[in-house]
Every structure is written in structure tokens, then in C-alpha cells.
């Protein structure tokens, strides 16, 4: 079930265009990268993070990129996996988050699924979170 060497480039380009429209705070540009079934689900890591459905994740997006923050992730590790027509994704990185001249690194994990439509690879589900500090035993 390893994704073959194309479609893990596409899956990668595609979390490439998301680190791009949110480092550029372009709510078109990341929503595009989304299917737009009414069943397709973005949750991140605030309470209030989730949309179902293309103008809820539209509405997420605009929230998160009205911020003076911006945001974009660099991926240290991924795990790639793909049948017929849809393809999973688990990945660890950094989220750096910019505001004016300042920048912080923090931990980031994603889920992902995607869904091939025609030569498209476009998300389904998205789950990103940001782990928390392992506890002291």
C-alpha cells in the first residue's frame, strides 16, 4: 500500500500549497486544495479549529488567516500510504509562526486524507495538532 513516487510527490506538493497559502494568508488558495463535498472535514488544534464542509473550513480559514500571525510548517518525517484513488498521509514537523520580525518554532503533527478527482489529489480530512510537552514523571 506504499503511495508510488508520483503520487507522494502530488500528496507532498499539496502540503507544500498549504504552508504557502497560510504563509501568504490565502484563504482561496488553501481552500482550493480541498475537496468541496459537504462531508469533507479540516480540524486543527484550538478548541473551536473545525469545519465541515467547504464554507465552514472557508470560515476557519478566514479566522486563522485574518491574524497578524503568519504561519507555515516544515516537515521532518512522513509516513505515505495509497489504494486506487485515495491516499493517507501522517506527518511530523514544526509550525513556525511569524509575527512582524519574531518567529516560533513549535511541534506539529498532521493526518490527512486525500481522494484522487480526475488528476487531482485533493483532501478529505484534515487533523493537524500541535503535542504537547511530554509530562514529568
Same mark, same amino acid.
Given at each position: 500500500?506504499?503511495?508510488?513516487?508520483?503520487?507522494?510527490?502530488?500528496?507532498?506538493?499539496?502540503?507544500?500549497?498549504?504552508?504557502?497559502?497560510? =504563509?501568504?494568508?490565502?484563504?482561496?488558495? $488553501?481552500?482550493?486544495?480541498?475537496?468541496?463535498? $459537504?462531508?469533507?472535514?479540516?480540524? +486543527? *488544534?484550538?478548541?473551536?479549529?473545525?469545519?465541515? +464542509?467547504?464554507?465552514?473550513?472557508?470560515?476557519?480559514?478566514?479566522?486563522?488567516?485574518?491574524?497578524?500571525?503568519?504561519?507555515?510548517?516544515?516537515?521532518?518525517?512522513?509516513?505515505?500510504?495509497?489504494?486506487? =484513488?485515495?491516499?493517507?498521509?501522517?506527518?511530523?514537523?514544526?509550525?513556525?509562526?511569524?509575527?512582524?520580525?519574531?518567529?516560533?518554532? =513549535?511541534?506539529?503533527?498532521? *493526518? +490527512?486524507?486525500?481522494?484522487?478527482?480526475?488528476?487531482?489529489?485533493?483532501?478529505?480530512?484534515?487533523?493537524? *495538532?500541535?503535542?504537547?510537552? $511530554? $509530562?514529568?514523571?
Amino acid at each position: 500500500m506504499k503511495a508510488d513516487a508520483k503520487t507522494e510527490e502530488a500528496i507532498l506538493g499539496k502540503l507544500r500549497g498549504f504552508s504557502e497559502s497560510f =504563509s501568504k494568508q490565502d484563504v482561496e488558495g $488553501a481552500l482550493g486544495l480541498f475537496a468541496t463535498d $459537504a462531508e469533507v472535514v479540516m480540524m +486543527g *488544534s484550538e478548541e473551536w479549529e473545525m469545519g465541515v +464542509g467547504s464554507e465552514n473550513i472557508r470560515s476557519v480559514f478566514k479566522r486563522l488567516l485574518s491574524r497578524r500571525e503568519t504561519y507555515r510548517w516544515e516537515w521532518k518525517w512522513h509516513t505515505l500510504a495509497a489504494s486506487g =484513488s485515495v491516499a493517507w498521509i501522517l506527518a511530523n514537523g514544526e509550525c513556525h509562526t511569524r509575527a512582524g520580525k519574531t518567529e516560533t518554532v =513549535s511541534p506539529y503533527r498532521l *493526518s +490527512g486524507v486525500f481522494e484522487r478527482r480526475g488528476d487531482r489529489w485533493l483532501w478529505v480530512l484534515f487533523h493537524g *495538532s500541535e503535542p504537547m510537552p $511530554a $509530562a514529568k514523571e
